[in-house]
């Protein structure tokens, strides 16, 4: 997942890629059995997700934590089963933006290629990180699965959980997304000690952006 950016994009959301209202139900019974805080997104979570993104979320956007304002930190995006040209945005998405920040300081400090490192040596964490792949890679598979297509990602292979190779530490934001959503992942844990410090890892003031 790379860094969030404020440049807003002219490309539009195809309406082949939105899904019906009871599909959309559907989704959200089937997610909402694996992510606890799970949500469905108002009207104006949306105006607020459009502002961090820099553009118009694609698909259906599910909020999957908010952040302790109540603001969208995380989001689930579903792509439709119809033809989607370009590449496929993140199935989780980390949107806010003091996290996505700080998370951005701690890539340019190396912290990858040293979480990279416990991976490689400590067989605790790379078993934790084994199984936390195999989740989240179910979770896609019964999603493609009530879409009608064969892969979300138009991959039948296991991936970590940034994309690529099990294993790999890839992106530092896909990793803390994932451990907001689930409730656990041992990399973004890891990504959390390393900023919070004893302190709340959320924003003392909401951003503009984030205010409806």
Not at 20 to 41: N, V
Not at 132 to 155: A, N, P, Q
């Amino acid at each position: 997942m790379r860094a969030l950016s404020r440049k807003p994009s002219e490309r539009k959301v195809s309406p082949a890629s939105l899904l019906s209202t009871s599909l959309s139900e559907e989704f959200f019974r089937l997610l909402s059995g694996d992510i606890p805080r799970l949500s469905m997104p108002a009207e104006e979570d949306l105006c607020v997700i459009e502002r961090q993104l820099g553009r118009k979320p694609e698909g259906q956007v599910f909020i999957a934590r908010r952040c302790s304002h109540g603001k969208p930190a995380v989001i689930l995006t579903v792509i439709g089963a119809s033809p989607w040209r370009g590449p496929l945005p993140p199935f989780l998405w980390l949107v806010c933006l003091h996290l996505a920040r700080e998370v951005s300081r701690l890539e340019s400090k190396g912290v990858i290629r040293e979480l990279q490192r416990k991976v490689d040596l400590d067989e605790k964490i790379s078993s934790r990180l084994a199984f936390e792949e195999t989740s989240l890679w179910g979770l896609k598979r019964r999603t493609s699965r009530l879409l009608g297509v064969e892969g979300f990602d138009l991959s039948h292979r296991c991936e970590g959980i940034a994309g690529g190779r099990r294993g790999a530490v890839k992106c530092l934001h896909a990793h803390l997304a994932f451990h907001l959503a689930f409730g656990e992942g041992v990399i973004g844990e890891e990504c959390l000690q390393m900023m919070g410090k004893g302190r709340c890892i959320w924003c003392e003031r909401i951003p503009e952006a984030c205010i409806h």
